[in-house]
Structures are given as structure tokens and as C-alpha cells.
């Protein structure tokens, strides 16, 4: 949890404070404003008029770097006006859907874009899923086709035969630079290079006739069901991320953005990406983040600002220092997750001056952003939102003698809910079912309606609010929201695993929590030094590297209320101490094999940071 501090408390004069370094960000804060607010359901809005105007605006300048790939906005335009053509022509309607699966390359955002201009909604498919996750993510959506890179098509195959989709309708890039080589597509697939290089390269008639109320996405989160839940991203969310911190971050078209974060995720593909279309700047990316290879990146793509999740920063100020890491001209950043303790380190030791640090999720209706640049906050938001007192054994809001739920005071931590309303409207999961779970009624009054954000948030004043903790069945590890029942049904289906009972857990000097398992073993079964290594092993291929459990507990009995829920307040209090546990702990350290034994020697060296989680 947070360490927050009296210091952290905002009010009026150091607002005032922080107007004079906003002075030059005021027009462009204006003119993104006008576009985030001024937008209706039925207004033109979205990525593919964003893109368009960003070309009109630098049409020779850099959009899209890679490796040693260069792509200027026409470039990278006609790239995508060729592939929109394409599926136009196939008969791609505004609606429809296609599943997209292609790790961090030029391939990926030129299929986004293209597909934002015909209103087509790209599924971006978590590029680490497989099996029954993945079969279920692109059914769910019921796409007309599947775009599959080279690099994931081994994926794709594995469940091809479940997937409802006719047998002429996967698509596929090679795993190289395709405008230059678009390579032998193999069998079963088209190859879209190929297919598309007859069409034209100027732009799709279709791109005005997106609407706000259209899909842009589907962006994946954790289900509480144990599979992934697809959340709807619409156009007008995206230009409201695009009108407020895309504009914040106050880029120009000699900027760099370089981000190393997955773009199936919001945090790469709209909260880094709609400030470099806003600015009309460059987007570097990595295929996968790299500690050793980020600040070399930040000189070879010239960067001058960087994306980031709180795990990210953490690597960066655990590597020995670096001549690389000074010298540059990286002064801005944007994300989320920045811990506390390490904020001004950070900036200090990599020379940033502003952290736009801000909060969000993909399927929630109210935002903050560092638009003050305060230290130690997920910023300011315009939307209607209430923090509230919230019971965690009870695990419901708490209410006053006449029904109504209590605000928190200012200093004091409650649940975050998003007022419902038509300007900040709650788009929702593709489950109606869900929907209705997570929406509270008659809070304030009777008939009001607000988003249950599941997370608790501490209000620091002047509307500024500091994340605290995740409430329910998924934590947050490695930048990703973990499913618990996800990982509770992998571990289940081990020979020797009767019952798990998954939650995440803190590790000190960390960011989010670990994956931790009470388990119960079948009768008559015991874990030796074979299982441990085979444990780690098949963890590791039915789960994604972030969901392996770090830590597992065997127990004699699951503890479970009269209503047979699994009592994990007290395993997550006991967590992997060998101490207060009482019975017998694994954990799989880094670069390890195998699960080993969990010592009091082991746990004190934890504790003291000596392994790099």
C-alpha cells in the first residue's frame, strides 16, 4: 500500500503555485479540451481523424520508428489507407470486428490504423495468450477475421479448429520489415502484404463516418470467470483521452515517444500514443521491454519522452547507473503506477521533469491526470467521481442511517466510483451480466447510477486523488491485472493439486503484488523435489510468465465461509512469512527452475531486496 504523507495534501496555493509552468501548455490544453468535451455519441470523432489531421499537420516528419525502421505520417498513412481499402472491398462494415495479433512492430499500428478509418473494432489480442484464453478471447467477439503475426501464428494454429471463423479468413504478416519483404505466407493464411498491394493509398471514404458511440477496441482485462473479459473502446473514449492528457503532454513534431509497453494494452496504445498523434511527434517502439537496451534506445531513436508502468521505473533505478542514462533528451513521462518512494529519485537521477502520472482503466468512465505535475499523485480529474467510505470484511460501501453513501474527508482513503452520466457515459463489457455487477445505485440520491471502479484511492484535496489498493478477484503484478480464478483453474488441473486458492501479495521494494497459492494437495500426496520442477514448469506453459504464482503454500484444508468462499483476508495478512504461516511454503526465485523451500534465510533475504523479483 501506498506510504502517503500530511505533506501530500494539495490545496489552492499550491495549485496557484503550479500556474506559471502551465502558462505555455494553454493553448493546446484549450484546443484538446474543445475536442474531449465538445464531442457527442453521434459526432465524428476517433483514431482515424486524429491520424489524418496529425498527417496534414507533419506529412514528411517521423510517425512510427522500429529497430531500423523509419516511417513518416504519408508513409505510414498509405500503408494503412492500402490494408482499409482491402477490407473494404471484402465487404467490412463500420461494426464489424477484426482480431489483431502482432507483438509491438509497424505491422500492428498500421492494421489500427487502418481499421479505425473504416470503423472496423480491432480485438488486440494479449500476444502471451494460448489455448483456451486465446479461443475464447476471439470468439467472444465474433470477428469476421484474424490478422496473425508470424510470431504468434503457432498460437492462433493451436486453436484454429475452435475458433468460429471461415477458413479463408486468416490474415498474415510476416515477421519482418513486410514493406519492403512481404515474405511466403504459409499454408492456410493470406498474406495481407501481398494482398493489399494493389489498392489504392489514398485516404478511406469511411474515416468521417466514425462516430463517437463506434468501437475502436476491444482491449482484454482479467475475468473474474477465469477468462479474459473483452471491454468495449469506443471512439469517443479515445478522444477524450486524446483531448486531455494527449494534449497535457504538450508534444510537437520533434518529439519522440519511446514505449516498450504492450499496445493490445490502453496504457500503450491510447495513453502514450494519443499524445504523440496529438502532437504530431514520433512513436518509437520495442517489441519487449528491455532494462539494457532502454536508455541505448532512448540515444538511437533521439527520445524525448517515454511511456511507462510503475514496474518499468522500478527495473530502471534497480540497474547499475549508466553513461547512457544522462544526456539525453528525455524530460517528460506518462503512465501509471510510479511508486511513491522512488518518484523524485527517479526524476532526479534521470534528469525528468514532469511525470504526467495518471489513472485510468479500459472499461471505466473517469480519469485523472498529472496536469499539475504534483509528485506522488495520479493527478486531477474534470469527471464526476465520489470517494467513499467502503467495508473490506463486508466488502460493500458503507451507508449513513438513512441509506446513503458517506464521501471520505479529505486525507482519508475510500472506493473510487465514476458517476454515469451522457458526457462521461459507462461503455461496458461485452457481459451484460457484468455490467449490471458493477454499477451502484441510488448512492447520493435516489436514481443516481456510478461505475465501481474496485479500487481504493485516498483524496489529497483540490480533486487530486493517490492510488492505494485493487479490491477483488485480480492484482496487478509486472504492469498486468492477474486473474485469480485464471490462475486457481491452471493450478488445479496439476495431478497432485486438489483445490487453490490464489491472491496476490506484497514483496517490499516492488511494485503491485505476486501471484501466492494456498494449496491443497489430493489425499495421500506429497510434493518432492520432481514436482517441484514439473510444477514450474507446466505453470509456465498454461499461464502467461506474470500469472506463474511466486509463491505457493501447502495446506492440510481451504478455509472457507458458510457460503463456501475461500477466506483469503488471513492468507494475504500471513502472506509467504514462514513465521506466521505455520505450514510449509515454496517459492520459485528468479531465473529459477524449480520451486524450492521457503527458509527463514530465503524470507529475510526478501526482505532485504538481494533477489529481483
Known sequence: ????????????????????????????LLSGLKQAYLRTPNTPAGLGIAFEKAVMRNPDGNALLFEDQRYTYTELNEWANQIGHYYLALGAQKGDVIAVMIENRPELVASIIALAKIGVTAALLNTSQTGKALAHSINLVSPIAVIAGEECRQAVDEVRQELQLPAERFYWFADQATRADAGKAPQGYLNLAEAIDPFPAFNTPTTHSVKGKDGLFYIYTSGTTGLPKAVIFTNSRWTLAYGTYGHVLNLNPKDVMYVTLPLYHATGTVV???????????????????????WQDVQKFD??????????????????????????????????????????????????????????????????????????????????????????????????????????????TGLLV??????????????????????????????????????????IGFRHAQFVDRLGDTFRWKGENVSTTEVENALSEYEKIAEAVVYGVEIPHTNGRAGMAAITLADGAALDEADCSKMAAEFRKCLPAYAVPLFLRV??????????????????????????????LLVLLPNSTAYCDLTAEIFENIQAYKYRF
Open 1 to 28: 500500500m501506498n506510504q502517503t504523507t500530511q505533506h501530500d495534501l494539495i490545496g489552492i496555493a499550491d495549485v496557484a503555485a503550479k500556474i506559471p509552468g502551465l502558462i505555455s501548455k494553454v493553448p493546446s
Open 272 to 294: 502514450c500514443w494519443c499524445g504523440v498523434i496529438a502532437g504530431a511527434a514520433a512513436l518509437a517502439i520495442r517489441r519487449k521491454y528491455s532494462t539494457s537496451a532502454f
Open 303 to 412: 527520445a524525448s519522452a517515454i511511456g511507462y508502468v510503475g514496474e518499468l521505473c522500478r527495473y530502471l533505478m534497480d540497474a547499475p547507473p549508466s553513461a547512457l542514462e544522462k544526456g539525453h533528451r528525455v524530460k517528460k513521462m506518462i503512465g501509471n503506477g510510479m511508486r511513491p518512494n522512488i518518484w523524485n529519485k527517479f526524476k532526479q537521477r534521470f534528469g525528468i521533469e514532469d511525470v504526467l502520472e495518471l489513472y485510468a482503466s479500459s472499461e471505466g468512465n473517469v480519469g485523472f491526470s498529472n496536469v499539475f505535475n504534483f509528485d506522488n499523485t495520479v493527478g486531477f480529474s474534470p469527471t464526476p467521481y465520489a470517494i467513499i467510505q467502503f467495508d473490506k470484511e463486508k466488502n460493500q460501501p458503507v451507508r449513513d442511517a438513512e441509506g446513503w453513501c458517506i464521501k471520505v474527508k479529505k486525507g482519508e
Open 418 to 459: 465514476g458517476k454515469i452520466t451522457r458526457r462521461s457515459p459507462f461503455d461496458g463489457y461485452t457481459d451484460a451480466e457484468k455490467n449490471k455487477a458493477v454499477i451502484i445505485k441510488d448512492l447520493f440520491k435516489q436514481g443516481d447510477a456510478y461505475f465501481n471502479t474496485g479500487d481504493l484511492v485516498r483524496n
Open 555 to 584: 495446506q492440510q484444508q481451504a478455509e472457507t465461509t458458510g457460503t463456501f468462499k475461500y477466506q483469503k483476508s488471513k492468507l494475504k495478512e500471513q502472506a509467504f512469512n514462514p513465521n506466521a504461516a505455520g505450514e510449509r
